[in-house]
């Protein structure tokens, strides 16, 4: 059975630090785009960075760069997303996901080939 579990998720301060990691399993981890969505209470689901495992490309959502870091351990089948310098603004329920396609710019949710459960980021100001 293919798995995404992700978890790490919690309450934390503005201009804290979360890691959130993303473990699979059930698939060829090294064939596949691996990465972060999120959604906010009332708003659309979006990509916030993804990696692909192919060629080691990256994508980070423009409201991200420099904040967050996507990473991985293949042996593991691991994908993590280090954030800092949280903000309340990203307040999210944060969801892994895998393509079998190439990495997009900008990410895009739809027709993602796995989701996992997500995980509840909550920044307070």
């Known amino acids: 059975d293919v798995q995404l579990q992700a978890s790490g998720g919690g309450l934390v301060q503005a201009g804290g630090s979360l890691t959130l990691s993303c473990a699979a399993s059930?698939?060829?981890?090294?064939?596949?785009?691996i990465g972060w969505f999120r959604q906010a209470p009332g708003k659309e689901r979006e990509g916030v960075s993804c990696?692909?495992?192919?060629?080691?490309?990256?994508y980070y959502a423009d409201s991200v760069k420099g904040r967050f870091t996507v990473s991985s351990d293949s042996t593991k089948n691991i994908l993590y997303l280090q954030m800092n310098s949280l903000k309340p603004e990203d307040t999210a329920v944060y969801y892994c996901?895998?393509?079998?396609?190439?990495?997009?710019?900008?990410?895009?949710?739809?027709?993602?080939?796995?989701w996992g459960k997500g995980t509840l980021v909550t920044v307070s100001s």
């Open positions: 996901a895998a393509d079998w396609g190439p990495l997009s710019s900008p990410w895009q949710p739809y027709g993602m080939d796995y």
């Open positions: 059930g698939f060829n981890f090294g064939d596949y785009t």
């Open positions: 990696i692909s495992m192919r060629d080691g490309r990256r």
